[in-house]
């Protein structure tokens, strides 16, 4: 995946989630065409890797989004380091599945944390600034588990209906500020979340070729971002050809 016509040249993005998987391919994506990134992970190790690899193109910044004190200061701590920020890609976050009585109270408390309340609270943050530049993209992680009720996850699927009824009300209150908000819905992708799927649901799903990679969620991301400013690209479902709910 590269982009030669450096379609971001001069512009800052930021990443939450962004030192693996899903966010590792938009990090990258982003970068090779032309951005600079702040990336936002809890994991210190990955981090350094991508500073090895891009030196000071990538910001770092260590921090667990499930803390809420941690979680408030993202945008000053991307704004301390950063001239602006033009776009934000809210990626981070954690899935369970199984059956809902198997399920611990803690665990659905975390879930709904990261998944739901944390980019919530990510996106009020930046909005403001975004709003007096009058222009920024945010685009948003969601699943195609967001449209469809999918019967061994009850509570991520659950989470992410909440973010894409989200994306859509916020995106009709601040077009008007010239931002664009959009959601990116994968099926399987080929990351460590979809480990945790029931193994029959795994095998059947690699055995039958049923997954995409992260680098074409990635390539979904930027033509998003390179479309026109009058051109919104709000929701984009993107499945493995051979998926079948």
């Known amino acids: 995946m590269t982009y030669r016509n450096k379609t971001l040249e001069g512009k ?58 941690s979680c408030a200061s993202m945008m000053p701590q991307i704004l301390s380091q950063t001239a602006h920020l033009d776009i934000f890609h809210a990626n981070a976050g954690l899935y369970v599945g199984g059956d809902l009585v198997d399920v611990s109270s803690e665990t659905i408390d975390q879930m709904l944390n990261l998944n739901v309340n944390v980019v919530m609270k990510n996106i009020h943050d930046v909005l403001p600034h975004m709003i007096e530049r009058a222009t920024g993209d945010i685009i948003v992680t969601s699943s195609l588990a967001g449209h469809y009720p999918t019967p061994w996850e009850p509570v991520y699927a659950s989470s992410k209906w909440a973010i894409h009824c989200f994306v859509q009300v916020v995106r009709r209150q601040v077009f008007k500020h010239g931002i664009r908000v959009g959601s990116i819905s994968p099926g399987p992708v080929v990351t460590n979340l979809v480990f945790g799927w029931p193994e029959e649901k795994l095998k059947e799903a690699i055995d039958s070729g049923s997954l995409i990679k992260p680098q074409e969620f990635a390539e979904t991301l930027m033509f998003m971002l390179s479309r026109p400013r009058n051109v919104t690209i709000r929701d984009v479902v993107l499945m493995p050809t051979n998926y079948d709910l």
């Open 12 to 69: 800052v993005a930021a990443v939450t989630g962004g030192a693996s998987g899903i966010g590792l391919a938009s990090t990258k994506g982003m970068l090779e065409a032309g951005a600079r990134v702040v990336v936002i992970d809890r994991d210190e190790a990955a981090l350094a890797t991508l500073i090895e690899e891009y030196g000071d193109r990538v910001t770092p910044l260590l921090m667990d989004l499930l803390d809420p004190e």
